[in-house]
């Protein structure tokens, strides 16, 4: 099974809000969904979908579990709850949210749940998110490469976690990029401006191309229906090779998130 190279992130997104926004990119062509048990938003994500129309069968739906869940005792359950919230049998994908290495929960409980929740078909793939080499190497030694569908990392042309990147293709691990306009900085870059200028699209476009030529999956969020339209056309916009230059000329470690009790440290 492969993971959608685009699909629609619903981070900061609750209530009346997520729910417009989920319908509005459906209505509008995506099919993947991204949501975790602390965004508190599963259950409106579960009505959107439930409402669009669209066919389970065509929907990807990715969550992941949050840090209080890990234990082993706990990790089903709370997997099962989120499927009630979704209104759905199984989800596509489910991650592991964080490493959070003092959380008093070991990768090894952590990690195996998680396989046990493929096992008993809740999920069809699992993976990681924000994970680093040695935690994520951690997870490979205890399931294999194999098992592990994905790293879900924040990845902007400010943030290009080139060392990690380089360790998860060894792997043949997908990257999953979040994060990949840097809340609107990179949106108001003269470089990235100047590439939109160029092929008549918008800024956000080339952030996504960009992530999206080097192999990454992409889940952008927004509020606007436009927006949603407007960045779904990034998967038909080829940058060349100055353009991909110039943009891998951007990095600055410009990291936007890293939680101090969840995060490792970083690569």
């Known amino acids: 099974m492969s993971i959608p190279l685009f699909g629609a992130g619903t981070f900061r997104l609750q209530g009346q809000t997520v729910i417009d926004s989920v319908r509005n990119a459906l209505e509008v062509g995506y099919r993947a969904i991204d949501t975790a048990q602390i965004y508190e938003n599963e259950a409106e994500i579960g009505m959107a979908i439930a409402s669009s129309g669209v066919p389970r069968k065509e929907l990807f739906i990715t969550t992941k579990i949050w840090v209080a869940n890990y ?35 070991s990768v090894e409980e952590y990690m195996g749940a998680l396989a046990e929740a493929k096992q008993q078909g809740l999920t069809a793939q699992i993976g990681i998110s924000n994970f680093n080499i040695a935690t994520a190497s951690q997870a490979i030694d205890l399931l294999g490469a194999d098992a592990i569908a994905t790293n879900q990392i924040e990845l902007s042309p400010y943030l290009q976690n080139r060392a990690l ?34 092929h008549g699209a918008t800024p956000a476009q080339v952030a996504l191309a960009w992530a999206m030529q080097l192999g990454y999956s992409v889940i952008p969020s927004s509020t606007s229906r436009a927006n949603l339209a407007s960045n779904l056309l990034a998967q038909q916009l080829r940058l060349g090779e100055e353009d991909m230059a110039q943009i891998a000329a951007l990095e600055r470690n410009g990291r936007e998130v890293s939680p101090e009790s969840l995060a490792p440290v970083w690569d």
């Open 71 to 105: 234990a082993k005792d706990k990790l089903i359950p709370s997997l099962k709850e989120s499927l009630v919230k979704l209104r759905t049998d199984h989800v596509d994908l489910t991650l592991i949210h964080w490493p959070a290495p003092g959380n008093g929960v």
């Open 165 to 198: 990147v380089e360790f998860l293709r060894q792997q043949r691990i997908h990257v999953t990029s979040y994060m990949t306009l840097a809340y609107g900085k990179v949106l108001r870059d003269p470089a990235i401006i100047a590439i939109a200028a160029r």
